[in-house]
């Protein structure tokens, strides 16, 4: 079922577009017994590019070394894992709301996953 209807993914193309992302091709959408994803529009031909994302819409350890905690982040002792920076940043972003820069992206996060890394190799 296509998502792209919904405020939070049509405020999420805006952000995408001002950062030079552009594609007319992708859909969000819900998928039974999946989930969320991506929905292409078009028939997909062999070799065909399906996404290129333009380094502005990356959320990397070097977006938080780059941002306003990277002064701070890279005093810790010890060094935090890439992981725990960037989580610092999601939470420092998500906590300061509407001012966010990464607002867009942050209002299409699922509340809550399950993800198969994070489980024991029994359940897995």
């Known amino acids: 079922m296509n998502e792209s209807h919904k405020s939070e993914f049509i405020e999420l193309r805006k952000w995408l577009k001002a950062r030079k992302f552009q594609d007319s091709n992708l859909a969000p959408a819900c998928f039974p017994g999946t989930g969320r994803g991506l929905m292409s529009q078009t028939s997909l031909q062999e070799g065909q590019m399906i996404i290129s994302l333009p380094e502005s819409c990356l959320l990397t350890t070097d977006t938080v070394i780059r941002s306003y ?21 999601l939470v420092s972003e998500k906590h300061a709301g509407h001012r966010s820069l990464w607002k867009p992206y942050l209002e299409i996060l699922p509340k809550a996953y399950t993800c198969p890394v994070c489980l024991e190799p029994e359940v897995v």
Do not use: D, H
């Open 69 to 89: 905690l990277g002064a701070y982040i890279t005093k810790w002792k010890p060094p935090p894992s890439p992981l725990l920076a960037l989580c610092t940043f």
